[in-house]
């Protein structure tokens, strides 16, 4: 299916009490279906919750647009605010708002259906599952302070440390040494217990040495070198990338082998311009996001 419009402008505010009916052409008037509606369908969400209100989009012609329009929605609904309405706007309202055509909005959703992340009842409308469950935003916003704060919160097991010769795809940040210490950390939700991430720390041998492990458990490691150690951070370079999960990665975040996560690797470098540690940090795909904000000046 192809639509003819490349960019998602349109702007819509979403009534709790209007009725998303599915295929009608146009939104229907309000659901008048009986009490003896199975209670295993969601009811909609209190008329004081927030709209839900998804994302905006430029589309890519290139690419499938159900499945551009399928995975903006889908972080749409995993980063939802927790006391947004789980009514979604209509199948009219969204094409609009993405600026696709209706069949094309609708293959998206069905999408969706089949993860599991809404449920749509006729004459009553399509809702986000209450057990959808929101992602976790990482935020890289230019700071050392907002690095400590994307990487705070979780509950961090130390799995092993030790010196280690420089791997081979770090040597360009450690020229002049012949050695690295290696920090291997789990993080686990604070509330859960579900890993969320592992972490793989290089760092150089005399910043290492001031390094005590208990610290690493309650602190991340940006904090225990920028606060603790006293290291003055002049800059970090941050990258993230999609891969799959390699053995290793999997047993330690229970996931499936060879299923998406983020890969993280941050790059610190102290005031003389030296590489101090270089991590390297996998998270699962389906817990994190990630936005950069660039302001002009």
Not at 75 to 96: C, F, H, K, N, V
Not at 133 to 159: C, E, F, N
Not at 221 to 228: A, E, F, Q, R, Y
Not at 230 to 237: A, E, F, P
Request: hydrophobic fraction near 40%.
């Amino acid at each position: 299916m192809t639509d003819s419009h490349e960019t998602a402008t349109g702007e819509f505010a979403t009534r709790a009490d209007v009725d998303a009916g599915e295929g009608s052409g146009a939104a229907s008037a309000p659901s008048t279906a009986p009490s003896s509606v199975p209670s295993a369908a969601p009811s909609p969400a209190p008329s004081s919750a927030p709209s839900f209100a998804p994302d905006s989009l430029v589309l890519n012609r290139k690419l499938p647009l159900w499945y551009q329009v399928s995975q903006s929605l889908r972080a749409s609904i995993l980063g939802r605010p927790q006391d947004a309405s789980l009514r979604l706007p209509t199948e009219e309202q969204l094409a609009t708002h993405y600026g696709v055509s209706v069949l094309t909005m609708r293959q998206a959703l069905k999408e969706l259906e089949t993860e599991g992340l809404i449920s749509r009842h006729r004459r009553r409308g399509t809702f986000i599952e209450p057990r959808a469950r929101r992602a976790t935003p990482v935020r890289l916003l230019g700071s050392v302070d907002a690095i400590v704060a994307q990487q705070s919160g979780d509950a961090t097991t130390v799995l092993g440390h030790g010196a280690v010769p420089v791997p081979g795809d770090l040597a360009e940040f450690f020229p002049d040494c012949g050695e690295v210490v290696s920090f291997r950390r789990l993080r686990r939700d604070g509330e859960s217990g579900e890993p969320t991430n592992w972490a793989e720390n290089a760092v150089r041998p005399e910043v290492a040495a001031r390094i005590d492990l208990a610290d690493l458990e309650r602190w991340p490691m940006t904090k225990v070198l920028h606060d603790i150690v006293g290291v003055k951070i002049s800059r970090i370079t941050d990258t993230v990338e999609a891969r799959l999960a390699d053995p290793v990665t999997a047993d330690l975040l229970q996931v499936p082998l060879l299923s998406p996560i983020l890969h993280y690797t941050g790059v610190t470098y102290d005031e003389r311009g030296r590489v101090v540690d270089v991590a390297r940090i996998r998270y699962r795909g389906d817990r994190f996001s990630f936005s950069l904000t660039v302001e002009a000046r």
